[in-house]
Structures are given as C-alpha cells and as structure tokens.
C-alpha cells in the first residue's frame, strides 16, 4: 500500500548532471517531511538532503551549492536536481517519508527501493 519509487538514476560523467525524482503513494504526503539519502558501496547509509512541509530545505556540507531538493504535493512527488556531479557522488538514492505529525494508522517512516547513480571521472 505504502510505495515510494525513485527513478532517474544512471551513468554520467563527472561534471554532468542528473534529475532524481521519487514518487510517493499511500502516505498524507504533505504531511511528510522528504528526504534523500545515499550508500556508497560497503558504507553505511548518509542523509543527503532534506525538504519540509513548509518548503524549508537543508543538505549536508558535500552536496550544497550542487544539488537542489523540491517537491510538488500536487503530484505526491520529491526531486533532488544533482549539478556539478563527482564521482564521490556515486551510490544508491533512496527516498524517505518521515512523518511531521503523528497520523494514527499511517507509517511514520518510509522507505524507496532506491536507484543507482553512478559518475565516472
């Protein structure tokens, strides 16, 4: 019932860009704080990018200036546009909901399958 979806992943070379989208079904999306995450291979999972309710965003120290986090309730969808790409960039994106009111009989927190982006030197 509970789906988010990410798409938009590929090979690109560094310097080039990429538009990441995922799109979320079975939760109160703007009731849902959105964020990116990556995991590099052997690596633990790191937060890359956040967007609130309210549009408010923030990105860790590696990815600012560089990429954009958006989201379009309309369409129950978050985009992370990725510019400037470098191959430490390289990883699998998830997509996470995280609730920022408690809704009875809805996930608190939510995960994507995640799609691959890879950038090459």
């Known amino acids: 019932q509970v789906r988010l979806v990410e798409s938009g992943g590929g090979l690109v070379q560094a310097g080039g860009s990429l538009r990441l989208s995922c799109a979320a079904s079975g939760i109160i999306f703007n009731r849902n704080i959105m964020n990116w995450y990556r995991q590099a291979p052997g690596q633990q999972r790191k937060w890359v990018a956040t967007?609130?309710?309210?549009?408010?965003?923030g990105y860790t120290d590696s990815v600012k200036g560089r990429f954009t986090v958006s989201r379009d309730n309309a369409k129950n969808t978050v985009y992370l546009q990725m510019t400037s790409l470098k191959p430490e960039d390289t990883g699998v994106y998830y997509c996470n909901a995280r609730q920022s009111v408690v809704v009875p009989n809805t996930p608190g927190e939510s995960w994507g399958q995640g799609t691959q982006v890879t950038v090459s030197s």
């Open positions: 967007i609130t309710t309210d549009n408010v965003t």
